[in-house]
């Protein structure tokens, strides 16, 4: 029994040990499929229909059907209205029916497939497009028709947003091809058929803008005959165009032989439209037949997710009839123009009709097939295949299980089909396909790891966020942007990097990207965050290739918990800028008090903090230490009344928030873009925490010296105690000149040097006074004499200090305490001298001063009307940064302040309105 017990656990130990060999780490084999899933669903409209093309996704990832209704007076028709269904991700469904307008209902009698006469496409999200082909009857005549296609953009809600031209066409059979942009708020292509000898036309359309309108950016056309196009998107933003030439067929009316006339020469080229550019480049070839062949189509291009650069897949037709034979081929390339690649793929030897073929996201292929002829012609099966085009086997949904030709694969690999549709529900079936490629779970096989990993707790002291990369890569163009997850989808930008910002850098011989966190960005406790990066925020190094970003929640990241100490309600003073302040000055003061509102309000949202937690006093002055006389803003930050963020802390957010607002929301909002990032925002004054030390010095000093006093009175009631208090102000008095030379004797340069001599002079002429009446007394006064002898040390050292003033002296004779030292017999002469030269000393010294502050009072400052005390603001960490012109990373509106007298805000705006097709 023992020993089988250790020969099992002997194999075991063997394959654990072979498991996790370093051969089976670098080369990891994907998850197995996971079990189909089925997902019924009630329908409260009987009779409804699936309609080509409605098999598809919005960003994420709800599915999108187009149902439809057959006419029962006329089982030729549909009715007149379009039935839409938004399966969320949480299987919540949104139903949208919509009554067909006048222009549109006589569509409905034809199969709307055809010619893409009326079809159904996703938009970002919430909205969505529905175009059809317009008919008006040319004037003056009895059958000429006008066609035009246009487009409905709507939104979740079933509204129309926007009614806007597309395309002039041929006829109902006009065709067309959307593609949407790859990077987020950038529109969309069209592709449409422009005349009868297959000529192409396309329009380059803007996002959608907040208002819910689309605009048309640029359009062309392209002068030749083309057979087969195919537009698709690029990682960088711009757009690209695939297509075939028949490179014989244009001469063969001269050829006798069927072959030559059937059989041809073809090529294939692609052209690029860059990303701000109006019009395509020059084409370039890639590929070119090297038999003659039927037909070479253009079956589909994009930026693969397993390797590097471009790829298309190609279909050539070889054959007679019902012998025509289908061949494959991908052709990999470059943005640059290069072809570096050329593989056959072995697609398609099955006995089956094909239905589609889809390119996997994490490599391989889809082909579905009809393999129910005779029981269920709209039924599929799907077929799997490497990327090397080998047959990996079925998908894992039983034949029993009906999956129609109604599907869409979404990014993460998993499909979903309607499959069945009755009077009262429709069920959808979803599946995961097998994976060929290796995702460390960020959306991205490029990414190998990032400090902090997904799903972190990360501190609000967070420095830094590291992405390391399996290749070397350069900083390219675009963002990284961190948001923080709101409710119901609102989700606050914390901070955005661009591509030339000082917080993005490589390190590690450029594997990894370093990016500098703000101290704002993870300020809320037990939040939740996600980081997004563009397409193209980085490219591969060697290849200069656009290297793919990562997607809303592929890089999640949590906040930790914590707690802040009470504290009392601070007042906080923030800056316009010079714009913002001549602006501000512009307006009415009711629109002052509206400004007021509108910035507290983005404040407390991009703080983000509650309402009651900022209010305004609407209280502003002039800054008197800016040139052009800056606007100060008065606003409170209230206490909190638990354990919530503290008002220190909610200062320091704003602060770093404005001084760096060209990396956060406060550049792209329509009011708080006018605060000053070289002012930030700073405490109103508390002089009890900034002057406490010091009052404490002085209170104990005044302490010290009335006990002196006192100590003097009591001991000896009839001296002159008060020498005391004489003495004390003597000595600030002078610490002052000094001080007023050190911090204001630059102020008016000219007279720094004759201050320093006017003091020099007034230290030297008391001392030497000082010393002269000293000598003349013990020269003259034989009472002073014996006195002077007995007190030589304590004559000695006030002399000295009778360099600040002469007045000094007198103190060894005031009989403070009773105390011998202070009983010298000045004589009454050297007494009335002294005071003279008290009063031509101050006369002197106290002349300067006035002169000397009011210049430069008059040159430098300038009177106020109000008076906000603040504390003095410190340099921006970034100064280099803070003072580029901020990079607008979307569409931010103009917002007016609810009066025509603000009509003119937005030309007040530093920044400019940005956008990637603005």
Request: charged share 20%; with cysteine.
């Amino acid at each position: 029994m023992s020993e089988i017990f250790y020969i099992n656990f002997l194999c075991l130990l063997i394959l654990l040990l072979l498991s996790i060999s370093p051969s089976s780490l670098l080369n990891k084999s994907p998850t197995a499929a996971q079990a189909y899933n089925i997902y019924n669903f009630t329908e409260t409209n009987p009779g409804l229909i699936a309609q080509g093309g409605s098999g598809q996704h919005f960003d994420d990832s709800s599915l999108f059907l187009w149902l439809a209704k057959q006419n029962p007076n006329d089982t030729t028709c549909i009715e007149p209205r379009l039935y839409f269904r938004i399966i969320r991700p949480d299987l919540s469904i949104i139903r949208i029916n919509v009554d067909l307008p006048p222009q549109m209902q006589s569509l409905v009698c034809e199969k709307w497939g055809a010619g893409n006469k009326v079809f159904g496409r996703v938009m970002k999200l919430p909205y969505f497009l529905v175009s059809y082909v317009n008919v008006t009857k040319k004037i003056g005549t009895k059958n000429d028709y006008n066609y035009y296609r246009v487009g409905l953009l709507m939104d979740l809600d079933g509204t129309v947003k926007d009614f806007f031209p597309m395309t002039p066409v041929q006829d109902f059979a006009s065709s067309g091809i959307l593609v949407e942009n790859l990077k987020p708020d950038s529109g969309f292509f069209w592709l449409y058929s422009a005349s009868i000898n297959n000529t192409l036309g396309w329009i380059k359309y803007s996002t959608v803008y907040s208002n819910g309108t689309i605009k048309n950016i640029t359009s062309g056309d392209f002068s030749i005959a083309t057979h087969s196009a195919f537009p698709f998107a690029m990682l960088d933003g711009g757009y690209g165009l695939a297509y075939t030439l028949n490179k014989t067929r244009e001469t063969q009316s001269n050829k006798e032989n069927i072959s030559d006339i059937l059989f041809s020469n073809w090529e294939a080229y692609v052209t690029f439209l860059r990303p701000n550019a109006k019009q395509f480049e020059q084409p370039f070839l890639l590929y070119e037949t090297t038999q003659k062949l039927n037909m070479l189509y253009i079956y589909s291009c994009n930026a693969p997710y397993d390797s590097d650069g471009l790829k298309c897949l190609l279909r050539m037709e070889i054959g007679f009839g019902n012998n025509i034979q289908a061949l494959f081929k991908q052709v990999w390339f470059l943005t640059s123009g290069s072809v570096y690649k050329i593989e056959d793929i072995p697609l398609v030897k099955s006995q089956y009709e094909v239905n589609g073929i889809s390119t996997l996201f994490y490599g391989g292929f889809l082909l579905t097939v009809y393999d129910k002829k005779g029981t269920d012609n709209s039924s599929v099966t799907g077929l799997i295949y490497d990327s090397k085009g080998n047959p990996y086997g079925k998908w894992d949904i039983p034949d029993n299980v009906r999956m129609s030709d109604v599907y869409d694969v979404l990014p993460n690999n998993s499909l979903w089909s309607i499959s069945t549709l009755t009077n009262t529900s429709f069920s959808i079936v979803t599946t995961d396909l097998k994976r060929f490629s290796y995702d460390n779970g960020y959306g991205n096989l490029k990414i190998n790891r990032t400090t902090p990993g997904i799903d972190a707790i990360v501190s609000d002291t967070l420095k830094d966020i590291t992405l390391a990369f399996i290749k070397p890569v350069a900083l390219s163009i675009g963002n990284i942007s961190i948001y923080q997850t709101g409710i119901n989808g609102d989700d606050l930008l914390r901070q955005t990097i661009y591509w030339l910002s000082e917080l993005a850098s490589t390190t590690d011989n450029d594997y990894n990207v370093s990016i500098r966190i703000l101290p704002s960005t993870f300020n809320q406790p037990s939040a939740s965050y996600y980081v997004l990066m563009d397409n193209n925020f980085v490219k591969d190094k060697e290849l200069n290739e656009p290297i793919l970003g990562i997607k809303k929640n592929g890089y999640r990241l949590y906040s930790d918990n914590y707690s802040d100490r009470y504290s009392d309600g601070i007042t906080c003073l923030l800056r316009l800028t010079p714009e913002g302040s001549e602006y501000f000055k512009s307006l009415s003061n009711d629109d002052k008090n509206i400004l007021f509102i509108r910035i507290r309000d983005e404040l407390i949202k991009f703080t983000p903090i509650e309402d009651n937690r900022l209010s305004t006093s609407k209280r502003w002055q002039q800054d008197p230490k800016t040139a052009s006389q800056q606007v100060l803003m008065e606003f409170k930050v209230e206490a909190s009344q638990n354990s919530k963020i503290n008002t220190r802390r909610i200062i320091t957010d704003i602060d770093h928030l404005v001084r760096f607002k060209a990396y956060t929301q406060i550049s792209l909002s329509n009011f708080t873009y006018l605060l000053d990032e070289t002012y930030g925002a700073t405490s109103a004054l508390d002089l009890w925490e900034k002057y406490k030390y010091k009052l404490t010095y002085v209170v104990g000093g005044i302490g010290f010296v009335f006990m002196t006093f006192l100590f003097g009175r009591f001991r000896h009631p009839e001296g002159n105690n008060s020498v005391v208090f004489q003495l004390a102000l003597i000595f600030v008095d002078s610490t002052f000149d000094v001080l007023f030379i050190v911090n204001n004797g630059q102020d008016v340069s000219s007279l720094f040097y004759p201050s320093i001599i006017v003091l020099c002079f007034s230290v030297a002429f008391n001392g030497i006074l000082a010393f002269l009446i000293i000598l003349r007394e013990t020269a003259q006064n034989y009472k002073f004499s014996n006195w002077f002898n007995s007190n030589m040390r304590t004559t000695t050292i006030f002399t000295i200090l009778s360099g600040a003033d002469v007045d000094v002296i007198r103190i060894i004779g005031s009989r403070f305490a009773g105390l011998e030292i202070f009983n010298a017999p000045f004589s009454i002469k050297a007494t009335g001298l002294t005071s003279s030269i008290i009063l031509v000393n101050n006369l002197i010294f106290r002349t300067f001063h006035a002169f000397h502050y009011c210049r430069n009072r008059g040159g430098k400052y300038a009177s106020t009307s109000q008076n906000i005390y603040r504390e003095e603001t410190y340099e921006v960490p970034l100064t280099s940064a803070a003072a580029k012109e901020p990079r607008h990373f979307g569409t931010a509106p103009g917002s007016g302040l609810g009066s025509p007298k603000v009509a003119s805000f937005e030309s007040a705006r530093r920044i400019g309105s940005g956008g990637v097709d603005g």
